[in-house]
């Protein structure tokens, strides 16, 4: 089902408010590493309106490495990024971890992430194959191609077509950059797939000093949109403290990427 072969036109997901990704339509999505308060979520759903930004992400359960690092608020954090884009117009996307936790996600996310941990969780890649939401499935540490398709067909094979892919960089021997940035896989996704394809550029590289060339590579190869962390002030971030963007970073990061004509 995610094969090109099945389908020769790429699928453009429709989300509400006329935000659609794939298609002729670059989608930028931002926000916090996590949800962390209402006060921050608030600043930066702010920030995002007035960039014209329109899906904000912030992560509510997140898979930590650590058990004694901050796991996220749950289901309030879910309420609390779910207010706070209402307040603004925007839509939201979350990670969702558990299989359970699916089904009452639905009021609160537009799309339901899947984190690159759990990739390959199939009874959460098969419940979210039975709900009418986007899902956004993320490239695992370590998943070849065919894994990640794989992956995608578990979801679609459950029903819900509204798949869209994102490559988050992989493990390799390098340690310049927290991952290594797969550009190569955008152009193999989009020919192997008619699915929607992002980059996320924040968790590929893990540095902030790179995001703006690369967010340019991924989008030249082809990427139909880039995730990217915001933070109103990254030091004191409870997660990825070193790689959130403030928002004057953010600003002038996607206005060079606007700037390029690569964003369309
Ligand atoms: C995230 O996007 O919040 C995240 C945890 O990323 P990944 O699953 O790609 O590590
Ligand atoms: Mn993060």
């Known amino acids: 089902l995610v094969s090109r072969k099945t389908r020769k036109e790429d699928t453009v997901i429709l989300l509400p408010g006329d935000v659609v990704v794939g298609g002729n339509a670059s989608l930028m999505v931002a926000g916090p590493c996590s949800i962390e308060s209402e006060k921050q979520t608030r600043a930066v759903a702010a920030a995002l309106q007035k960039a014209g930004v329109r899906v904000m992400r ?17 289901m309030d954090g879910l309420r609390i990024l779910r207010e706070a884009a209402d307040e603004y117009g925007l839509l939201t996307i979350s990670e969702i971890v558990d299989p359970a936790h699916i089904e009452p996600s639905l009021d609160y996310v537009d799309i339901i992430q899947i984190g690159a941990r759990n990739m390959q969780n199939f009874e959460l ?14 490239r695992g540490l370590a998943a070849t191609m065919e894994e990640f398709l794989h992956a995608a067909e578990y979801i679609m094979s459950r029903g819900n077509t ?15 950059t927290r991952n290594t940035l797969d550009i190569s896989a955008v152009p193999i996704l989009k020919q192997e797939s008619h699915l929607p394809v992002l980059v996320d550029v924040t968790h590929s590289t893990g540095r902030k000093d790179i995001l703006i060339p690369c967010a340019k590579a ?6 139909d949109g880039i995730m990217v962390e915001v933070h109103p002030d990254p030091a004191t971030a409870l997660s990825d403290a070193a790689q959130q963007l403030n928002i004057d970073e953010f600003n002038t990061f996607f206005d060079e990427v606007k700037a390029s004509g690569l964003y369309r």
């Open 58 to 74: 912030g992560g509510a359960f997140k898979p930590r490495t650590s058990p004694y690092d901050f796991q996220g608020l749950g």
């Open 125 to 138: 890649l098969k419940a979210a194959g039975e709900v009418n939401k986007p899902v956004l499935l993320k």
């Open 162 to 176: 509204q798949v869209m892919l994102i490559e988050r960089g992989i493990r390799t021997y390098e340690k310049w």
């Open 218 to 223: 991924a989008l030249a190869a082809g990427a």
